[in-house]
C-alpha cells in the first residue's frame, strides 16, 4: 500500500480538485467535532485482491479512527472509503467498499454503508463522475457522524443529503393510482 497523504488519497487521479477541497472540508469537520475519521482512498488496482481485504489492511496499517478509553463514544470511529475506477482495474470492473471500524459499526452498519454506496455514489459512478460520486458518498457518511454525535455539519452538507434522501423515498412523488384514477375518469 502507498504510505497515506492527508484523509483524501487520490492514487487513481480521479477526483478533480474542487470536489477533493470539498471533500476534505467535509471530514476535517466530522473529525473536529466527532473524534471520527473519514478516509479516502482511490487506487488504480487492488491488485488481483478482494476490496474488503484491500479496505482492512488500509485501516489497520493507517491506524485510521483514533484510539481512546473503552466506553469513548468516538473510540475506532473511522472508515474507509475505498474506491478503483473500472477504466484503471485489471479486470474491468471498478470496485467500492466503505470499510467501518468497529465503533463506527455501532451507527453505521455495513447494510446502511451499502445503501449509502447504491444511492450516493454509483449512479455518478455510472456516469463517470467519481469526484462527484465520492462526494456525495462522503457528504451522506458524514450526515450519519452527524447524527450520532449530536452536531451539524457545515455549510449546506446536511441539505443536500437530505434532498437526496427525500428523492429517494418511495411514495415521495405524485402516487400513481391516483394518475390512473385521473384518466379513467
Known sequence: LPQPT??????????????????AAII?????????EIVVVTLRSLEGRPASEVGLQIGREWRIGQAGEPGDPARN?????????RETSPDG?????????????AFLTAGEAGRIAD???????????????ILHGVEALAQEYAERFGFELGGDVGARVEER??????????PR???IVIVFI
Do not use: C, Q
Open 6 to 23: 492527508g484523509y483524501v488519497n487520490d492514487f487513481a487521479d480521479i477526483i478533480p480538485a474542487e470536489h477533493e477541497r470539498e471533500i
Open 28 to 36: 476535517e469537520d466530522v473529525r473536529r467535532r466527532s473524534g471520527g
Open 77 to 85: 470511529t473511522g472508515l474507509v472509503v475505498l474506491v478503483v475506477p
Open 93 to 105: 470492473r471498478g470496485h467500492l467498499r466503505i470499510e467501518t471500524g468497529i465503533g463506527t459499526t
Open 119 to 133: 444511492r450516493h455514489m454509483i449512479p455518478a459512478f455510472r456516469e463517470g463522475d467519481y469526484g462527484r460520486g
Open 165 to 174: 434522501r427525500e428523492a429517494d423515498r418511495p411514495g415521495t412523488g405524485f
Open 177 to 179: 393510482a391516483l394518475v
